[in-house]
């Protein structure tokens, strides 16, 4: 897997998510835009919150969380 | 880098051709911009504001550029600040030694303490860097509150290179060894970290008495109400039983003490 230099900054993640089909529910957490009951979960199974969206990888579109862990999981990955 | 510039072209045809000639640009931002939806800022980076784009290009951009990039491309499409961070991480993989000693702990930590200890590696890689290490830090700590501060604390000081090492050698010529014990020996320790003193032969008896003493005072003061005193090999376990004595009459605190069969391990408790 490769880093690639395309970004987002903060202020537009919720047009990314958009892209994706996707939007935020009340408490700020990633859901299906088609259907704002069901939250969008990590491979590892866990919801997420908007403030810990790192971003998108291969996989089914898969969203990946922004903290330590999450991110050595993809580090490992990279080439 | 040409490809992305490229497709950008052939979705907003000639409209910003001056633009997107140009080949000094490395990085693509989505981000808000002031006029138009393409500006190039600091000279190498392109911003593309798909706030200004019309439906028809968002489509575009997202099939040809960013499904391209994560789906056929196998890429990451992350925000600006998650991008540094994975960078920054990805510098500071255990390599080489750190290598051997994940191998090492892999089939005897439990999941969550190996994870919280591959992390912690990572923060002293680039703690060594001498880079900023706060927001890597505060993530382990907030995962695993009960002991990741402490096991990065450790990890920085070595306790993993050496002391749990040393440990489970100990442990494991006890005939009734078993993992779950080593686990939760370790994890006693880390857990404990701010409440316990390494009893090594690396210092003075004097030295070790004091920092019991000192840590008696000002636990005693913010009321934690235990100690721990771990030592490791006949010697420290020798010394640690000599600084228990110091408080045998003492009535406010109570001893408790593990030492295995062979008298190579002790974990004492002073509670007060």
């Not at chain 1, 491979?43 to 050595?72: Q, R, T, Y």
């Not at chain 2, 409440?195 to 840590?215: A, H, I, N, Q």
Request: net charge negative.
């Amino acid at each position: 897997m490769k880093l690639g230099n395309i970004t987002f900054s903060k202020n537009v993640r919720e047009d990314i998510l958009e892209l994706f089909g996707k939007s935020l529910d009340e408490e700020g957490f990633i859901v299906e835009k088609d259907d704002t009951s069901q939250r969008v979960l990590t491979p590892k199974g866990e919801e997420i919150h908007i403030d810990e969206w790192a971003g998108v990888v291969k996989g089914s579109e898969a969203f990946v969380k922004n903290d330590a862990l999450s991110l050595i999981e993809l580090a490992k990955k990279l080439e | 880098m040409n490809l992305i510039l490229d497709k950008l072209k052939t979705i907003f045809h000639g409209k910003f051709d001056d633009i997107l000639s140009n080949n000094n640009i490395k990085i693509f931002d989505f981000s808000k911009n002031t006029t138009n939806i393409l500006e190039i800022k600091d000279g190498q980076k392109l911003d593309i504001d798909l706030g200004k784009a019309n439906a028809e290009e968002k489509k575009l951009v997202k099939e040809r550029i960013i499904d391209l990039m994560v789906q056929s491309e196998n890429g990451a499409f992350l925000s600006a600040d998650s991008f540094q961070k994975t960078k920054k991480i990805k510098s500071n993989l255990p390599t080489g030694e750190d290598e051997e000693l994940l191998k090492f702990y892999k089939d005897k930590l439990k999941l969550e303490m190996y994870k919280a200890l591959e992390a912690s590696l990572v923060v002293r890689n680039a703690f060594k860097k001498g880079e900023e290490i706060t927001d890597l830090k505060k993530d382990i700590s907030k995962l695993y509150p009960t002991f990741g501060k402490n096991i990065c604390n450790l990890v920085t000081r070595e306790y993993f290179h050496t002391h749990f090492k040393d440990l489970y050698d100990s442990m494991i010529e006890d005939q009734d060894f078993d993992i779950n014990l080593y686990q939760r020996k370790v994890e006693k320790i880390v857990q404990s970290l701010p409440y316990t003193v390494f009893v090594t032969r690396y210092r003075s008896y004097d030295d070790l008495s004091g920092e019991v003493r000192f840590k008696l005072e000002k636990l005693n003061k913010y009321g934690a109400g235990r100690l721990l005193l771990h030592g490791l090999g006949r010697e420290n376990v020798s010394a640690t039983l000599n600084l228990l004595e110091e408080y045998k009459d003492d009535k406010s605190i109570t001893i408790q003490k593990e030492l295995n069969p062979g008298g190579t391990i002790i974990t004492a408790t002073l509670i007060f």
